[in-house]
Structure formats: C-alpha cells, structure tokens
T-cell receptor, first 113, second 116 residues
C-alpha cells in the first residue's frame, strides 16, 4: 500500500513567521503536487514537481522535491493571514499510469495577524 | 483554463432520497474523473476513478451500489448517492484530468451534502 505521510497536521503561527510542511513516502513518486484548499471550496493546484532535486518558487512559497523522489517540502517565508488554509500534498506513483493521486493527511495552517 | 464545474454546491434532503451530483470539465476533455469524499479538516479520500465510456473503479470499502458513477462523455461525470442516510452527509469533490501520469487534477468546488 502506498502511503504519503504529511506533517505537521496542524500549525498555528504569527504573521511574519516562516514554516515548513513535509511530505514523505517509502515509495518513489513519478510526480508530486501541492494543493491549497479553503473551507467550502475545492483544492487549487499550487505546483507540480517531477524531477528529483527540483526546486520551484511561487512568490513566498518554495517547493522542493527530494533527490530520490520520495519526499517533498513546502516552505513559506513571512507567512501572512491570507496563507491560512489546508495544504495538501498528493503523489502520483510510478506504478500508476492513470493519473490517480494519493493524498497526504493535509496540514491545516492558521496565520494570526 | 482547466475549469471544473460541480453542481449543486449544497444539498439538504430527507433520509431515503437519492441525490445526483454533476461534475463538468468546461474547457478541456477529461478522460478521467475522480470522486472524493472529505470530512471536516481532513484530507481527501478517493472514492472512485471514472473513465469515459467504461465502468468506474471503486476504492476498497466504497459501495458501488450506494454511490453510482456515470461518465457518459468527456466533459461530464455524475455521482448518485442512492437512498442517502445521515451518515452519507459529507463534502463530495470531483476532479478531472486528461488521465495520464504526471498530469494535474483540476478540482470542482465541491458539494456539501446534508441528509436529515
């Protein structure tokens, strides 16, 4: 069974602080996607990482894909209240050729002003 | 681009009613659509994978006779919750994809189902 361990599950920080969310698996991903979801809405794609060691930046968000393609991280610099939401990592494993994703448990982030 | 529309966004109905939820890809052809269920402050739980023109593949523990899925065209999939009961109350989300590995899924805005 392919599992994706995401941590931490809950995070409450003050505006301006930095944070990192981790996503780990014992299996190799062919790609990994990060989504952000607000209450009552569907997840919105932030980034897709495909290449081992890849780093992508989206404004204050930095995404890394591990060299072995088994782990990924999301780092937010100087968090703002607008960053509040549920962050989800989702892996597309090499054994799947259907686009089916395995989701992590999610990280609920609260940024206090 | 890659807009997915899900309808209705909110349903409240009596126990025993069957409820149909529609998922449409508005600007692309979705070979594959996925149906998820989500509980408050939790992650998405995949219920089934739906390919156009073929039977859906259900995840372990999901009753296929309870959750009927039809994917009749490349832009429309439907989920019907048959004879719904209060324990079926949840947030249901669909996503659409071109169906190949490494391609992102594009999500609808979900349907909040409340069974009284």
């Amino acid at each position: 069974t392919q599992l994706l361990e995401q941590s931490p599950q809950f995070l409450s920080i003050q505006e301006g602080e930095n944070l990192t969310v981790y996503c780990n698996s014992s299996s190799v991903f062919s790609s990994l996607q990060w989504y952000r979801q607000e209450p009552g809405e569907g997840p919105v794609l932030l980034v897709t990482v495909v290449t081992g060691g890849e780093v992508k930046k989206l404004k204050r968000l930095t995404f890394q894909f591990g060299d072995a393609r088994k782990d990924s991280s999301l780092h937010i610099t100087a968090a703002q209240p607008g960053d509040t939401g549920l962050y989800l990592c989702a892996g597309d494993f090499t054994s799947s050729n259907t686009g089916k994703l395995i989701f992590g448990q999610g990280t609920t982030l609260q940024v206090k002003p | 681009g890659a807009v997915v529309s899900q309808h209705p966004s909110w349903v409240i109905c009596k126990s025993g009613t069957s409820v149909k939820i529609e998922c449409r890809s508005l600007d692309f052809q979705a070979t594959t659509m996925f149906w998820y269920r989500q509980f408050p402050k939790q992650s998405l739980m995949l219920m089934a994978t739906s390919n156009e023109g073929s039977k859906a593949t259900y995840e372990q523990g999901v009753e296929k006779d309870k959750f009927l899925i039809n994917h009749a065209s490349l832009t429309l999939s439907t989920l019907t919750v048959t004879s719904a009961h209060p324990e079926d109350s949840s947030f249901y989300i669909c996503s659409a994809s071109v169906g190949y590995s490494n391609q992102p899924q594009h999500f609808g805005d979900g349907t909040r189902l409340s069974i009284l």
